[in-house]
């Protein structure tokens, strides 16, 4: 199947991993290796982005790609585990098929992109394009200090700055976790320690959701799952424990 890594046991609990934007799915194999003697693993790539830079990015279509996943892999129901804009789309699963998803691991993806700050999100989406060119240098020069067993597989899976574009112009406008208020799952918020704005969204979140778990990577920011990859697969395993 385009755009999708299977590893794991093919008859362990489903785990479906949802990158963020303009990376892709191979920015999971730092946590993958450290389950795949537990579960199955499904890491795949988002419209817009990896194999799929052809297809427009919406959360609408996102959120159809992954349940297409599932279907076409027997999958029932799995846990979702989203960073950043795969996040949003773990949401959004969570909010429009609850049957399909027996939990959630978000990872930045507790900010409200209302009022000021989705007008901002977007200007920057719109401007995205325009400077694509030093923003690809920036995301490269990020991605080598993570080393190249990490940075490596991400770059050349392709990074995409018309689907980080499409992606900053389509998630705002909507509030997430009060469209997936009804979802009765056990939900595992995992925001790096130094990412302050989705630490500081985390009680808004939690309204909606009070039987939330929220944990801290420490030593770690925005992309807590490629800085802090052992503490972050421990996180899921943790979760995937008390959906077993």
């Known amino acids: 199947m385009n755009g999708v890594t299977l590893t794991g046991k093919t008859d ?8 963020g934007g303009v990376i892709n799915r191979h920015m999971w194999k730092p946590v993958t290796d450290r389950l795949e003697d537990r579960f199955r693993l499904i890491s795949i790539d988002l419209p817009g982005h990896g194999d799929l830079q052809d297809k427009p990015f919406s959360i609408e279509s996102a959120v159809e790609r992954a ?21 949003y789309v773990a949401q959004g699963v969570a909010a429009t098929h609850p049957d399909r998803v027996s939990g959630l691991v ?17 200007l920057y989406g719109m401007v995205f394009p325009v400077v694509a060119r030093p923003a690809y240098k920036a ?7 993570l080393g190249p067993d990490i940075a490596n597989p991400i770059i050349e899976g392709g990074l995409s700055m018309k689907g980080g574009g499409q992606a900053l112009r389509r998630l705002p406008g909507r509030d997430y976790a009060a469209e997936m208020a009804g979802f009765s799952g056990p939900v595992t918020i995992a925001n790096g320690e130094r990412d302050e704005g989705n630490r500081e969204h985390e009680l808004y979140f939690r309204e909606h959701h009070p039987d939330a778990r929220f944990v801290v990577i420490e030593d770690a920011g925005h992309a807590c799952a490629l ?5 972050f697969a421990d996180v899921v395993a943790q979760l995937m424990t008390e959906v077993s």
């Open 227 to 231: 800085q802090q990859p052992v503490d």
């Open 12 to 19: 362990g609990p489903a785990v479906l991993l949802l990158h």
């Open 67 to 87: 349940v297409d996943v599932m279907d076409s892999l027997g999958v029932s129901g799995a846990v979702l585990v989203g960073l950043s804009m795969g996040g």
């Open 139 to 145: 995301f490269v020069k990020q991605m080598a200090k």
């Open 106 to 122: 978000i990872s930045g993806a507790t900010i409200r992109y209302m009022g000021w700050d989705g007008w901002s999100t977007r």
